[in-house]
């Protein structure tokens, strides 16, 4: 890889890290509010959501940078399919952004089903998308997927435990 394109990979990983890290700062006292709370069967222990998130940022980061990086010639991958692509990533960042501030900080636990809901409808969105680009950009957002169908399966849990 040319020194460019690891600059720009570099980029999209930071950039996506701090969305991550700044919706942290905002929660507030999330691991307090956790371990009060009654959680259903599976529920992890609270240290690893941010091990977690840290590492699904960095692989969305690196899929945003895939597509990014797939030449506009290539076929489904024009102008209006990767602005929809970036579109769909920013909107499901932005979503993702606000979860825990709604479920941690405002504790506001039906109000955060819809939003995870809302982010499981946007990332299939975007994951479609994205295959029609870069399959493999798709497929690095999987566990993104699978780990927001388990945080959905929590967020229930907790909505009707509480």
């Given at each position: 890889m040319k020194?460019?394109?690891?600059?720009?990979?570099?980029?999209?990983?930071?950039?996506?890290?701090l969305v991550g890290a700044l919706s942290a700062l905002l929660t507030?006292?999330?691991?307090?509010?956790?371990?009060?709370?009654?959680k259903p069967p599976f529920s992890p222990p609270g240290w690893v959501f941010p091990v977690m998130w840290a590492i699904l940022y960095a692989v969305m980061g690196i899929s945003v940078f895939l597509?990014?990086?797939t030449d506009q010639n290539v076929e489904n991958a024009g102008k209006l399919g990767k602005r929809?692509?970036?579109?769909?990533?920013?909107?499901?960042?932005?979503?993702?952004?606000s979860w825990s501030i709604v479920f941690f900080r405002f504790q506001m636990l039906g109000l955060s089903v819809v939003v995870i809901?809302?982010?499981?409808?946007?990332?299939?969105a975007m994951i479609i998308?994205?295959?029609k680009i870069r399959r493999s950009a798709a497929y690095l957002n999987i566990p993104y997927f699978l780990w927001i169908l388990f945080?959905?399966?929590?967020?229930?849990?907790?909505?009707?435990l509480n």
């Open positions: 020194k460019k394109q690891i600059t720009e990979l570099l980029l999209f990983i930071v950039a996506t890290e507030g006292k999330a691991f307090s509010f956790y371990q009060e709370i009654a597509i990014f990086r929809s692509a970036y579109l769909l990533y920013t909107v499901q960042l932005a979503v993702n952004f809901l809302l982010l499981l409808v946007l990332l299939v998308t994205f295959f945080a959905s399966y929590l967020n229930i849990g907790v909505l009707i």
